[in-house]
């Protein structure tokens, strides 16, 4: 699979699992309820999704122009650090204001997430390269 299809396909599984792990997570860690964090959670996917159509692009602009092909773990991480350390710059003010907490506080709410999503990327990227195929950019 690859293209545009390759991409709507990645985003919404993506973003689907990373709502209901998000809403458990911040219900956790702000100690407000699932209703109140899922919102949160629904709002940050559609920030999480722009982010990750334009991080995808830029990633894969610069994946085609290196000698190496393929994906290895340093590119894996290289890819997932981008992808969640651009989140962290937009999600750490909406974090504290929907839940009126301080910036620290949310982005100690933020790290939170930060370490499961890191997790999360890896396998995800890796098991969705494993069942759909390397993009033509990795090829």
Same mark, same amino acid.
């Given at each position: ?6 991409? !709507?396909?990645?985003? %919404? ?7 209901? %792990? ?10 407000? =309820?699932?209703? #109140?964090? =899922? /919102? /949160?959670? %629904? /709002?940050?996917?559609?920030? %999480? ?7 995808? #692009? ?20 290289? #890819?997932?650090? =981008? ?24 982005? !100690? ?13 890896? !396998? ?16």
């Amino acid at each position: 699979m690859q293209g545009p299809m390759r991409r !709507v396909v990645y985003v %919404a599984l993506y973003e689907a699992i990373a709502i209901i %792990a998000a809403t458990a997570g911040l219900s956790a860690l702000s100690g407000q =309820g699932a209703a #109140h964090s =899922g /919102v /949160v959670a %629904a /709002v940050s996917s559609v920030i %999480a999704i722009v982010w990750n159509v334009v991080w995808n #692009h830029l990633f894969e602009r610069w994946e085609a122009r290196q000698a190496t092909r393929g994906r290895g773990m340093g590119r894996r991480i290289a #890819h997932a650090l =981008g992808m969640e350390g651009g989140l962290v710059f937009m999600l750490v003010p909406l974090f504290a204001w929907w839940f009126k907490v301080s910036l620290w506080e949310a982005l !100690v709410m933020d790290i939170g997430l930060l370490l499961f999503f890191l997790v999360y990327t890896f !396998v995800f990227n890796w098991s969705f390269d494993r069942i759909f195929g390397l993009p033509q950019s990795a090829q």
